[in-house]
């Protein structure tokens, strides 16, 4: 660890000077060594079960065995959208060869930066060439090449490249393949193999399907989750917090339905390859959209507006369906308890009382909150949060993690970027 | 050659020449899945799960047509059954022998197509019965602490000598490491790990770190196991051999906070919340309207809350066209150059300026004016309006399903994970009961007799 | 969290969740190439163009 320095910062300018891997070295919390894990493992007696997983498991030993895909040819075409990337990241990681391509003027995703800070982007060795960190991160194991589907030639290419291939990512707009002659429809007669996935945001048919505007721009995804409901439900409720000022409906911080477009296009590729290989010989046109995807995983959500015409609204850092189950401010954060089921309700409420007795009685007293079904009812989260906030207030994060622990509670703050890596 | 592109027969010219949309509708064709056949057709996979993350990577198998046993806790079943949005939605019952107690909402969706089977695994007497299971199998989801199945006798290190093709995978929180014995939820995931950091108002904006309305980092991780498992799948028929996978959740809340882990390792910046606005791009952020669409509604979510648009207009040309609509040329003049838009207080001017100018107009209202100029503007959908939404239906995404048990029940998931369109996804039925399936699985798959398993019925063994 | 060895120097980076495996893990081998880095060689290696027709249709805006 470097030593401690006084720093002023009075401007942005200043800050400039710091960010430097000098500052902040990797890494803040480096990975456990063996000796540390063994020990863990021995306080539950399973030490050698620890050691056996230790032989074999260790991230490091990764290199000395096989690739689960390798041999499988993969083509990843599209502008913007984080989907088709994610489920090309997936293959590649697997071992499939993968050829992401973009248009001779590159991915536009390349130039994003947050708040459009140049300092923030990393060039390349040889030639200087800037690019932002969220495609550098996301473009895994993917070899990059350039070819332009809009002239007849990069067409040709295009058709040439995908004889060879098992896979097609398509991130591109509804038909954009298509009309040139490179989608599903003309590669299947190459190459009837050819498992071709659209990765889509709200699909490249039907009523809704991907937009652009009058001067090209595409759809990308908030989009997503503010049309399958999500953005709608996430967030807090006006009982908690004002409306504009934090009581209102919420995107997630990331592009986080492309994400799950990604894996289940990679889940849904796999399968047809699976079918491919195991029974017909043929490939197949897949469509996965963003928006729907992440409809997919959204609870019961859309079925319990079917059920009894609910439709669900925020409920902030707490969850409807579980008590406990959320996190609640404390004095340096927010801390998370969970624990639903009457061993794990009892327990958290035993912790609590240490600290704060009354718990005991106005929680675990309470005959309506004996039951695990009733501790779900509106109310009895109201009550039951309140009076665990209470308690969190008067300690910080550090605390009230180390207490609970002591009860083998999963709980845990609210951690930052810096306090995970 | 390569490039050239013949059509064989009348049909196929036709299918050639169809507009791209036709095409897909027929390739496709949403209600017609069980006419075609599945993907996974031949795997058997047995599911020692509970909540969601581990039961919907089994689920994902058993949507793509794989044989999915999942194994309960006699009696009780899975913790999940006991859970339902404010104790309010259950189908009736969870067992023959509690009819009064049914299975909450929390279980849907991570367990369509599945069997039922119920064990009591730890008693000695049904280690032999789970064995024989595994011969028969090609692989197993569990999510208990790590060595409680080595201490059973039911881990990797036993069963690959059963069965070298298993594939076995140990979903938990946090993996490898000082926290490996640490038990994991959702909510921890998304706390713990990144996710929930980066979501929700910034402070200056009065907000909190923000939790997902879904258990996004349960279905998330689950969706991934069902990835490694099917990498795993391929890797099998090359070698014939299995492997195990240790899976860790908080993992996947941490990769979906984009570029925000490579920033800190190279310039110690922690990424913040950002509310609802996009911290690459801007205008590309949803925006509170003056008034609700629904002013008479009585669901306070149509009532007060349809007020919020998605607006996007990031490049040059629709900020102008933006700028335009509001009527507000100092806005573009100042703002001209997309980099210049990004920045955070230009972010704050920006989006404080379009608030100003949607404070007298409805949701509906903002989103027809600027989608009529040609901008990307959509409402914020409710469950409601996702329920009525025609786009879902016509690709069914959205439908009803007549269950062979509960009968009307409508379907979010499922179709809605992806279309294929030879082997497609589907939803057979949405759950059984606990332990609905013992008898074809003990007496038709193993091979006992009823007796036997009537008495480890009694005892409560099954 | 693992760092990387990149054409951008060294990256900080989540690993995969399947990284974790007895018989064949997944793994991060780079992240990030810039644009057109290996157009070369994989046209070269499946189609067949030499260097040279690369850099024709190059020229042409095709590639």
Redesign the interface.
């Known amino acids: 660890m470097p030593e401690k320095r006084d720093v002023e910062i009075n401007s942005r300018q200043d800050t400039l000077k710091l960010i430097t891997p000098e500052i902040r070295p990797w890494p803040v919390s480096p990975p456990p060594s063996p000796e540390e894990v063994k020990k863990v493992y021995g306080k539950r007696k399973a030490e050698e079960f620890g050691q056996w997983l230790e032989d074999n498991m260790r991230l490091e030993y990764s290199f000395r065995k096989a690739e689960s895909l390798q041999g499988f040819k993969v083509l990843d075409i599209g502008l913007w959208r984080l989907g088709h990337k994610f489920a090309a990241s997936l293959l590649g990681q697997a071992g499939a060869e993968v050829i992401a391509i973009e248009p001779p003027t590159g991915d536009p995703l390349r130039q994003l930066t947050p708040f459009g800070r140049e300092e923030y982007m990393l060039a390349d060795k040889e030639t200087g060439e800037k690019c932002g960190l969220g495609f550098i991160n996301e473009m895994r194991n993917q070899h990059s090449i350039t070819l332009d589907v809009e002239t007849e030639e990069g067409q040709e290419l295009f058709k040439k490249l995908a004889v060879h291939a098992d896979v097609v990512l398509d991130g591109m707009l509804p038909g954009y393949m298509d009309e040139r002659g490179v989608g599903y429809r003309q590669l299947s007669q190459i190459n009837p193999r050819l498992v071709y996935c659209s990765v889509a945001l709200r699909g490249t048919w039907g009523p809704m399907k991907d937009r652009v505007s009058k001067f090209g721009q595409w759809e990308l995804d908030p989009f997503a989750q503010a049309t399958n409901s999500y953005a709608h439900n996430t967030g807090f409720p006006q009982d908690q917090l004002p409306r504009g000022k934090g009581g209102d409906p919420t995107r997630a911080g990331s592009w986080v339905a492309d994400y799950i477009a990604g894996e289940q296009a990679a889940v849904n590729i796999l399968a047809a390859l699976y079918w491919r290989d195991e029974f017909s010989g043929e490939g197949q046109l897949i469509e996965v959209s963003s928006a729907e995807a992440l409809m997919d995983i959204l609870d019961f959500d859309i079925s319990w507006y079917g059920f009894n015409a609910s439709i669900k609204a925020r409920t902030g850092g707490w969850d409807p369906n579980l008590n406990q189950y959320e996190w609640n401010p404390c004095r340096d954060g927010y801390m998370m308890i969970g624990g639903q089921s009457d061993r794990l309700w009892y327990r958290i409420g035993m912790c609590i009382e240490r600290d704060f007795p009354q718990f005991g009685r106005l929680i675990h007293e309470d005959p309506f909150l004996k039951e695990v079904g009733a501790r779900n009812a509106l109310h009895a989260l109201i009550k039951t949060y309140s009076v665990t906030t209470r308690w969190l207030r008067e300690i910080n994060r550090v605390e009230a993690e180390e207490k609970l622990m002591d009860y083998e509670i999963a709980a845990g703050p609210i951690l930052f970027i810096d306090e995970t890596c | 050659m390569?490039?050239?592109?013949?059509?064989k027969s009348k049909e196929e010219l036709e299918?050639?020449k169809a507009p791209?949309?036709e095409?897909?509708?027929k390739?496709?064709d949403p209600g017609n899945e069980c006419s075609k056949?599945?993907?996974?057709?031949?795997i058997r996979w047995l599911s020692c799960t509970m909540y969601i993350f581990t039961p919907?990577s089994a689920g994902?198998l058993a949507e793509?047509g794989a044989e999915v046993i999942k194994i309960e806790i006699p009696r009780m079943g899975d913790?999940m059954r006991?859970?339902?949005?404010?104790?309010?939605?259950y189908l009736y019952p969870l067992h023959d022998t509690r009819p009064m107690t049914g299975t909450?909402?929390?279980f849907?969706?991570a367990n369509f197509n599945k069997y039922y089977l119920s064990m009591d695994y730890h008693i000695p007497e049904m280690r032999d019965v789970f064995y024989n299971l595994v011969r028969q199998s090609d692989g197993l989801t569990e999510l208990y602490?790590?060595?409680t199945f080595?201490?059973w006798k039911m881990?990797?290190?036993t069963l690959q000598e059963i069965n070298p093709r298993f594939i076995y995978v140990w979903g938990g929180?946090f993996?490898?490491?000082?926290k490996?014995?640490?038990?994991?939820?959702d909510?921890?995931a998304q706390?713990?790990?990144?996710?929930?950091?980066?979501?929700?108002?910034h402070d200056f904006?009065?907000?909190?770190?923000?939790?997902?309305?879904?258990?996004?980092m349960d279905?998330?991780?689950g969706?991934?196991?069902?990835?490694?498992v099917?990498?795993?799948?391929?890797?099998r028929?090359k070698?014939g051999?299995?492997?195990?996978?240790?899976?860790?959740?908080v993992?996947?809340s941490?990769?979906?906070?984009?570029?925000?882990?490579?920033?800190?390792?190279?310039?110690?910046?922690?990424?913040?919340?950002?509310?609802?606005w996009?911290?690459?791009?801007c205008v590309?952020?949803?925006i509170?309207c003056g008034k609700s669409d629904f002013p008479d509604a009585e669901?306070?979510?149509?009532k007060?809350?349809a007020r919020?648009v998605?607006v996007?207009?990031?490049?040059d040309?629709?900020f102008k066209?933006l700028c335009s609509v509001i009527r507000s040329k100092e806005l573009y003049e100042k703002y001209r150059v997309?980099?210049?838009?990004?920045?955070?207080m230009a972010q704050v001017d920006i989006y404080t300026a379009l608030?100003k100018w949607a404070a007298d107009k409805s949701r509906s209202a903002v989103a027809k004016v600027l989608t009529d100029?040609?901008?990307?503007a959509?409402?914020?959908?409710?469950?409601?309006?996702?329920?009525e939404?025609?786009?879902?239906r016509?690709?069914g995404?959205?439908r009803?399903l007549d269950d062979p048990l509960f009968g009307?029940?409508?379907?979010?998931?499922?179709y809605?994970?992806?279309?294929?369109?030879?082997?497609p996804?589907r939803v057979n039925w949405i759950w059984r009961p606990v332990g609905a399936d013992n008898l074809t699985i003990y007496r038709d798959l193993l091979g006992y007799p009823t007796s036997k398993i009537e008495e480890w019925y009694a005892k409560a063994w099954i | 969290m693992y760092p990387c060895e990149t054409d951008y120097g060294t990256v900080l980076y989540a690993t995969s969740n399947n990284a974790f495996q007895v018989r064949a893990p997944h793994r991060v081998k780079w992240l990030g190439r810039r644009l057109g880095k290996d157009n070369y060689e994989i046209y070269r290696r499946w189609i067949g163009l030499s260097p040279s027709k690369v850099d024709e249709l190059k020229g042409k805006g095709a590639i």
């Open positions: 390569a490039g050239e592109i013949r059509p299918e050639m791209y949309e095409y897909c509708r390739a496709f056949p599945v993907s996974l057709n031949g919907h994902n793509l913790a006991h859970t339902s949005p404010f104790n309010e939605a909450g909402f929390g849907m969706n602490r790590p060595g080595d201490r881990s990797y290190r929180g993996g490898y490491g000082p490996v014995f640490g038990g994991s939820y909510i921890l706390a713990h790990a990144g996710f929930a950091s980066i979501t929700g108002m904006m009065g907000g909190h770190c923000t939790k997902s309305s879904n258990w996004v279905w998330g991780s969706t991934l196991i069902a990835y490694g099917l990498a795993a799948l391929h890797w028929r070698t051999l299995g492997t195990m996978i240790e899976f860790s959740q993992q996947t941490t990769r979906f906070t984009e570029y925000a882990v490579p920033l800190y390792g190279r310039f110690g910046i922690v990424r913040q919340r950002w509310g609802n996009d911290t690459q791009l590309h952020g949803m509170l669901n306070p979510q149509d007060h809350d919020y998605m996007s207009a990031f490049q040309a629709d066209e997309c980099k210049d838009r990004v920045e955070a608030e100029a040609g901008i990307l959509s409402p914020v959908m409710n469950d409601r309006e996702v329920y939404s025609e786009h879902y016509q690709r995404t959205v009803w009307d029940v409508l379907l979010q998931a499922g809605s994970a992806g279309m294929l369109s030879k082997t996804r």
